[in-house]
């Protein structure tokens, strides 16, 4: 990813678009973690199953979880269309 980047960017704003990345890349670790925090309290606030079931069950969820995620983040991608190069 920072390769490509790096391709992108321009010389004057390469280390500014390295760091969003790097601070995007965090805020999506720390989002998916929640995420996966929410589905485990859910199950066993809610649905009243006991630690390992409601463990299972996210565990056996995170396969379609990942698949919506990446199928909002394709629409998205292809509304927004960024330009080719970063800066210009």
Same mark, same amino acid.
Do not use: C
């Given at each position: 990813m920072?390769?490509y980047l790096n391709?992108?960017?321009? %010389?004057n704003?390469r $280390?500014? /678009?390295? %760091? /969003? ?10 989002? $998916? %973690?929640l995420?996966? $925090?929410g589905m485990v %309290?859910?199950?066993k606030?809610?649905f009243?199953k006991? &630690? &390992?079931?409601a ?5 056996e969820?995170?396969p379609?979880?990942?698949? *919506? $995620?990446?199928?909002?983040?394709? /629409?998205v *991608?292809k509304i ?9």
């Open positions: 920072s390769r391709g992108l960017a321009t %010389s704003q $280390a500014t /678009v390295l %760091s /969003v990345k790097g601070l995007l890349f965090n805020i999506g670790y720390g989002t $998916a %973690s995420i996966f $925090a %309290s859910l199950q606030k809610e009243g006991i &630690d &390992d079931e463990l299972k069950w996210t565990l969820s995170q379609w979880v990942f698949l *919506a $995620a990446f199928l909002i983040f394709l /629409v *991608a927004l269309r960024f330009p080719k190069e970063i800066g210009k």
